[in-house]
Structure formats: C-alpha cells, structure tokens
C-alpha cells in the first residue's frame, strides 16, 4: 500500500508537504496508508503514523507536523452541491481503514469539516486556527492590507537589514527557540537532531529555505520556510535574545511570501497560533483566518494516568 501512495504522491502535485512519503520518513518511526478508490480512479488517501507506547496503540501527530488526517480527490467535473457527500464518503471509506487504537491526537488540514463522521468514530474535536496570505494578489496590494505597524517595520528592516538564504545556521535558529521557552520554564520537544534530519529531507525534495536577517554580523532573527507544489508554510522561526531588532521576524516573513510568490505558490500559510500574542502578530499581516480540527480520543486507563502525571 506504501508504494502505491508513493506512486500517487509523485503522479499527483496536490498532496500537500507534510503528507509526503519522505517527509513522513524524517518525523515517524513507522508509519502507513489508507487509501480509497472509487471505481478505479484515487478518491482519497489517509498517510498515518504508527506508534505503540507502554503497550498502549497511539495515532497522533508527530513532532513538527502541523496537519496529517485525510486528503481527498474531488472529481474535476463535481458540482460544488455535491463535494461534502464525496468528502463524506471518501472519509467513511478511509476511516474503516485505519487501525483501531486506543489513543488520538491529530490535527487535520484546514477545510475538513466532517464532525459528525468523526464522532460516529468516537472521535472528539477541537478547533484550531491559522491565518492564509492569497498569494494570488500582487505585492503591492499584500503590503497595503497590512497593518501599518506591520508595513512600516519592513518597510525600515529593509534598509536596516540583510537578508541571506544559508540552512547552515539552522543551530543558531534552535538555540533561539531554547530561549524562548527556558523563559516560560519549558522544554523543546524536539532535538537540534530531529531538526536537521527534517532539513535534509526538505533539501533533498527542494522543500524548505532558511531565511537568515543579519545586523552587520549579527544574526537578527531567522524563518525556516518550507513548501509543497501549491502552499508555503511558516515552518518555524526565532528571534535572537541578544540582538535589538523587532522588526526583522516582519521582514524575513515578507521575504518567505516573495518567495513563495515567484515559485507560483497560491497561499502562505502563516501557522497561525492559539497564544495570544502571537496571534496578534500573525493577524496583523491580514491574511485569512482558517479553522481546522484535531481529533482526539483516549480509552487507555494507563494513557490517562500518565497524563494526569505529567500534564
């Protein structure tokens, strides 16, 4: 089945990055595929991974993943009256597949909105959100939807700062994450390891960039960017602790959207967050605001337990 999603993924550009075969590859140990056919033609697919912890059977996202769940393909000639009864019967037929475990957790693309199947599959849902830049509109009118905090702190980074593409600081960027949480008194969940393992992968594939802002010789801040044939991604990104500048995080994600422009992308997704803060900063770019669902369930006594431990 494996090898008959990597032919599909690699016969059709519309599966979106972190449903890839190789990106699965670099975030899971092990991992497989549903696949639903109508008639003879693909009608979805459902790449998941596989996870047994403590003699307990886990389906959740894996470390730095935004989205995984269900991919479907829509006829090109369906009316629009009739995709949530194709969606719906696609997911069905998908669902069945899956394995049955004891533990959910995974967040979905946005646009899915199959809550009473879920539920059928006792499944409980939380809503989360992004925010969509339309890159179809030219720079200019992106600009001026902007804030005007926003618009004016790029537009003074770009005589302030200098912008360069170099996955070699890739060590600096993880040392500014470690940062950031060791002042809210938390861990990384993820190692400088886990990062360049998924880099690599996103080298391989001509998936991603490192959008580094300097300062002189000083490192600002930096944006890790990646992409699949249609969307840009804000993968992820930090800002220096011991530089000066606010202003370069605005810069380096006007630089991704550029980017994603001249390679023909047609959103940005901005990776929106529930924080409030950084909700703020993503908002004032004035792209638009997604839900999307994450699906969870947990009938494991020994699950629950843990996490009462360690919440």
Not at 98 to 121: M, N, R, S
Not at 164 to 171: H, I, S, Y
Not at 230 to 245: D, L
Request: include cysteine; glycine fraction near 6%.
């Amino acid at each position: 089945m494996k090898e008959l999603y990597k032919n599909i993924c690699a016969e059709r550009k519309g599966i979106p990055l972190f449903m890839q075969p190789w990106w699965l590859d670099s975030v899971c140990e092990a991992w497989d595929v549903a696949i639903a056919m109508k008639g003879e033609h693909v009608a979805g697919v459902w790449a998941y991974p596989m996870e047994n912890k403590l003699g307990v059977s886990i389906l959740r996202s894996p470390i730095l993943t935004p989205y995984l769940g269900p991919h479907v393909f829509y006829p090109e000639d369906i009316k629009e009256r009739k995709q949530d009864g194709f969606e719906h019967e696609t997911i069905a037929e998908l669902m069945k597949q899956l394995p049955d475990v004891k533990v959910w957790h995974l967040a979905i693309e946005p646009g899915i909105k199959q809550v009473g199947l879920f539920k059928k599959y006792k499944l409980s849902t939380a809503v989360q959100q992004t925010f969509l830049m339309d890159l179809g509109e030219t720079e200019e009118t992106l600009l001026a939807n902007m804030k005007d905090t926003r618009r004016r702190n790029i537009r003074q980074a770009e005589k302030e700062l200098t912008v360069t593409e170099n996955a070699g600081d890739l060590p600096d960027l993880y040392k500014f994450q470690q940062h950031t949480l060791e002042r809210k008194g938390k861990l990384l969940p993820y190692t400088l390891h886990d990062l360049t393992r998924i880099m690599d992968a996103c080298k391989a594939n001509d998936a991603a960039a490192l959008w580094v802002a300097k300062d002189g010789d000083t490192i600002q801040a930096i944006v890790w960017q990646v992409w699949d044939g249609n969307c840009s991604y804000y993968f992820m990104g930090g800002q220096n602790p011991e530089a000066g500048s606010y202003k370069a995080m605005s810069l380096l994600l006007w630089v991704a959207m550029k980017e994603a422009k001249k390679r023909g992308h047609k959103t940005f997704d901005l990776e929106g967050s529930m924080d409030e803060g950084v909700e703020r900063f993503f908002r004032s770019f004035s792209g638009s605001r997604a839900l999307y669902l994450v699906l969870h369930k947990n009938e494991s006594l020994l699950w629950k337990m843990k996490n009462m431990i360690f919440r």
